[in-house]
């Protein structure tokens, strides 16, 4: 009976260490759960503590960006610079191009001024654009554009402590491009791209080239099938409007030499070929009519043929070509 009153006492007091182990452990994990969630509220009121201080900074809430820089004074300088990284397609039955670019502007605004000991710039995506003023530019002759937005909107903001901006965004652009097509395949055309403040005058808004003709720089890689490039410049003139005034309007021009010897092959000397074939009738004897008509027949057929097809891939133009 003693034995087993022992036996007793030292199983309850297992079961007692045992409890208390477990409660511990269950403690310590509660204690880690509760540290990691005030951690994670931490890091979050971080955040919204850093987007408020970088507001506050720029002050935005405290000026009226509706209207630009130095309202009723001087015009507003913004300087251009294009990086054009593709030229994708040109098309004679439309008579346009379409175009890829790096477009920046680049001016002051002393309300987005903000101090730094280090005097270095800030950085923002597209959403901080739609909250102050950037220049109206838009392409003249545009028949189609879009701004990239994969995987997102293709703008940069960047913001220097004097109140510089540099304003970026990566457009593709199908625009007019006037052709003329006398001297077809033999041709040469001259294409522009022009850019233009929709609403500022000359009088509110100075649109220029920042660097003269280094403010347009091109990919080395950039080919076309059918074109040869030969040369990129800028340019720039007012234009007038009567009813509105004058604009500034900056030019891009790049000239285009057609190849030559796709046509050689696909026009020219087929329409040799049939023309030598045609010299075959002198030599058959003119009593051998069912011989003479078919081989005439069959040249005019082909040539009409040809015709037909390179006109296919052209404008209806009313004058002369070279082909």
Wanted: hydrophobic share 40%; net charge positive.
């Amino acid at each position: 009976m003693l034995c087993s009153g022992r036996s007793l006492q030292v199983l309850v007091l297992w079961l007692t260490l045992i409890l208390t182990v477990d409660s511990r452990r269950t403690r310590s994990r509660t204690k880690r759960w509760s540290a990691g969630m005030l951690l994670s509220k931490k890091i979050m009121d971080g955040t919204k503590s850093q987007k408020l201080k970088t507001s506050h900074l720029l002050r935005i809430d405290e000026h009226d960006f509706t209207m630009r820089p130095a309202f009723a004074g001087p015009a507003v300088p913004v300087g251009v610079d294009v990086q054009v990284e593709s030229l994708d397609s040109i098309s004679e039955v439309d008579m346009d191009f379409t175009m890829t670019l790096y477009l920046r502007h680049y001016w002051k605004d002393e309300r987005l001024a903000f101090p730094s000991a280090t005097n270095k710039s800030m950085t923002f995506d597209g959403r901080l654009v739609k909250k102050i003023w950037v220049p109206d530019v838009f392409f003249v002759h545009s028949k189609r554009s879009f701004i990239h937005d994969t995987t997102t909107d293709n703008i940069m903001l960047r913001v220097f402590p004097d109140g510089h901006v540099l304003y970026s965004l990566r457009v593709t652009v199908t625009a007019a491009c006037n052709m003329d097509f006398s001297r077809f395949p033999l041709d040469s055309q001259t294409c522009t791209l022009e850019l233009e403040s929709y609403a500022y005058t000359d009088e509110d808004l100075m649109l220029y080239w920042k660097s003269g003709d280094e403010s347009l720089s091109t990919d080395d890689r950039i080919s076309l099938s059918q074109f040869l490039i030969q040369k990129f410049h800028t340019t720039s003139r007012l234009a007038f409007y009567s009813s509105t005034g004058s604009y500034n309007r900056l030019y891009i021009n790049f000239t285009l030499r057609r190849h030559i010897f796709f046509f050689l092959l696909q026009t020219y000397f087929p329409a040799t070929l049939m023309v030598m074939l045609s010299w075959v009738s002198f030599w058959i004897d003119r009593r051998a009519v069912p011989a003479r008509v078919p081989l005439g027949i069959t040249t005019v057929l082909t040539m009409s043929t040809i015709i037909t097809g390179v006109n296919a891939s052209m404008p209806r133009v009313s004058y002369i070509k070279a082909s």
